[in-house]
Nanobody
Framework: QVQLAESGGGSVQAGGPLRLSCAASGAAIFSMAWFRQAPGKGREGVAV???????IYADSVKDRFTISRDDAKNTLYLQMDSLKSEDTAMYYC?????????????????WGQGTRVTVSS
């Protein structure tokens, strides 16, 4: 089993930064990702760090968000810069033993509880 715990959410003004963290424990995993879900909308992929080191970003966050991972600490990060009101959502950390998953929620077996991000304009 894999346990994921997100932290770092909060309220921020538009244009500001925020950094999310996700601590992983349990069985070995290869790929980790961030997803988000805004009120009344479906779950959307934000970024994935895959087992071979490649990274995929959603177009909506490209050049503003940076995903990184510290394997020694079993921690995934999401640095969010130039935040917009449309980035307001619950952010979820996800993991899979799949080595090259697409940025699709159904391909991730393990999920954290989520951390809320609110961006005010």
């Amino acid at each position: 089993q894999v346990q994921l715990a997100e932290s770092g959410g909060g309220s921020v003004q538009a244009g500001g930064p925020l950094r999310l963290s996700c601590a992983a424990s349990g069985a070995a995993i290869f790929s980790m990702a961030w997803f988000r879900q805004a009120p009344g909308k479906g779950r959307e992929g934000v970024a994935v760090s895959r087992g071979d080191g490649t990274i995929i970003y959603a177009d909506s966050v490209k050049d503003r968000f940076t995903i990184s991972r510290d394997d020694a600490k079993n921690t995934l990060y999401l640095q969010m810069d130039s935040l917009k009101s449309e980035d307001t959502a619950m952010y979820y950390c996800a993991a899979t033993r799949n080595y090259l998953p697409p940025l699709t929620a159904t391909r991730f077996a393990y999920w954290g509880q989520g951390t809320r991000v609110t961006v005010s304009s």
